[in-house]
């Protein structure tokens, strides 16, 4: 079973209120594929709705993104075989995300627990050309997508 994970018409108006780890993975649309590689990620657990932050990120020549503003950290470096574990995820938080060249995507995310790890999907059409695609963001409340091997 699905959720949406940012504000939608028939999405939960309100985060949970228990807390829980996110497990954050990158899917390909159609298939569900695990997408392990080529792209950066930068998470914002301090978010002020009251007082949003202004994110900046740069994508240079080379195609690696530099990320700033609020207290966004770039946390490319922990993934695990393509997922990352964000342990006591806060009741919002902000994902900015750098697939290179092929575009870039952020998300005002509002934590969902469905249990003390608990799997949020980032499902793209085509990870080269983000453009070129339907890209969206989903809880996984049960299912074959609920649960990843252990780390």
Not at 15 to 29: G, I, K, Y
Request: hydrophobic share 40%; proline share 6%; with cysteine.
């Amino acid at each position: 079973m699905w959720m949406w994970a940012v504000s939608r018409p028939w999405a939960p108006a309100s985060p949970s209120r228990n807390s829980c780890t996110v497990q954050l993975r990158v899917v390909r649309a159609g298939s569900m594929a695990p997408v392990t590689s080529g792209f950066q990620v930068a998470v914002d657990k301090t978010v002020d709705l009251d007082h949003p932050a202004s994110y900046q990120m740069r994508i240079g020549s080379g195609g690696r993104a530099t990320f700033s503003s609020g207290g966004l950290k770039e946390v490319t470096s922990q993934l695990q075989n393509g997922v990352l574990h964000i342990d006591d995820a806060p009741l919002h938080f902000d994902l900015e995300m750098a697939f290179g060249n092929g575009g870039s995507s952020s998300a005002l995310i509002h934590r969902q627990c469905f249990g003390p790890q608990t799997v949020l999907l980032y499902v793209v059409g085509n990870p080269d050309k983000l453009s070129d695609g339907t890209n969206y963001w989903l809880w996984v409340k049960s299912g074959k997508y609920a649960t990843l091997p252990a780390r």
